[in-house]
């Protein structure tokens, strides 16, 4: 089955680090564009960051210096490394990857994993 599956989520206190992966299982793709959302219960889904295959990232006013995107060795794997973590980052962390330009939808991605839960409590 061709999916894209997320690992590495938690729970951990506030200041802690966390790395997030996320690979394509079932095929081999090159994306131009893989990133990662988030959507906090009752709150709107939120670009964290996202890389291009030129080298470019862009990541969150929220994250920025905390956060570090980075695509693997493996033409479509990508990791979202999360330094100093604090309870508003807690979340469900979604991977998704686009053969062209980010969709700007959710259900337009041509790849959208599963989420995995991150949670930022003492």
């Known amino acids: 089955q061709v999916q894209l599956v997320e690992s590495g989520g938690g729970l951990v206190q506030p200041g802690g680090s966390l790395r997030l992966s996320c690979a394509l299982t079932g095929t081999i793709i090159t994306f131009t564009t893989m990133g990662w959302y988030r959507q906090a219960p009752g709150k709107q889904r939120e670009l964290v960051a996202v890389?291009?295959?030129?080298?470019?990232?862009d990541y969150a006013d929220s994250v920025k210096g905390r956060f570090t995107i980075s695509r693997g060795n493996a033409p479509n794997t990508v990791s979202l490394q999360m330094n100093n973590l604090k309870p508003e980052d807690t979340a469900v962390y979604y991977c998704?990857?686009?053969?062209?330009?980010?969709?700007?939808?959710?259900?337009?991605?041509?790849?959208r994993g599963q989420g995995t839960q991150v949670t930022v409590s003492s």
């Open positions: 998704v990857a686009d053969r062209d330009k980010l969709a700007p939808a959710p259900y337009m991605h041509d790849y």
């Open positions: 890389s291009i295959s030129d080298g470019s990232t």
